[in-house]
């Protein structure tokens, strides 16, 4: 008789990122079916940079992974709660004289829009760009800001 043991300490999604829906959808959107058949085509798989999105107390921080991708090739709109990152990424010019093997890097344009919780000082919004990649800080209005309480003696 064989008894399977489960580490209880870890979870099945920390186990394997086979179970994280949102890699999973991630990596079925760049799925090309195609790919590793040779046409002779100028097929392009799309370009579709990865975000990672944190909340701290004074803020939301956006960052993602745009490498190849100039400044003047990026557009960041906020219009209301929602925030729109457009871009693209220019594919390398083929040369006559050049034997083409592989082609893996993706190409070509991409939108990203995300809804934003009430509260982002649209006015104070900054983006930076810097060795491929891109962080957005949108800060909260104070309003929304956690604020410690004080508690006083009793009288």
Do not use: C, H
């Not at 990152?85 to 594919?91: D, L, M, P, V, Y």
Request: aromatic residues 8%.
């Amino acid at each position: 008789m064989i008894l399977n043991r489960r580490d209880t300490r870890t979870s099945p999604a920390t186990l394997s990122p086979a179970f994280e829906p949102a890699g999973l959808m991630r990596n079925f959107l760049r799925w090309d079916p195609f790919r590793d058949l040779d046409f002779n085509l100028d097929l392009q798989t799309a370009f579709t940079p990865s975000f990672d999105i944190r909340e701290t107390p004074e803020a939301y921080v956006f960052e993602a992974d745009l490498p190849g991708i100039r400044r003047e090739d990026v557009e960041i709109n906020l219009t209301g709660n929602r925030i729109t990152i457009t871009g693209k990424r220019e594919a390398r010019a083929r040369r006559d004289n050049e034997n083409v093997f592989i082609l893996e890097r993706s190409n070509g344009s991409f939108t990203r829009s995300f809804n934003l919780p009430d509260g982002v000082d649209a006015g104070k919004v900054a983006a930076d760009l810097k060795d491929g990649v891109l962080t957005l800080t949108l800060p909260k209005v104070p309003e929304v800001q956690p604020k410690k309480i004080e508690i006083s003696l009793g009288r």
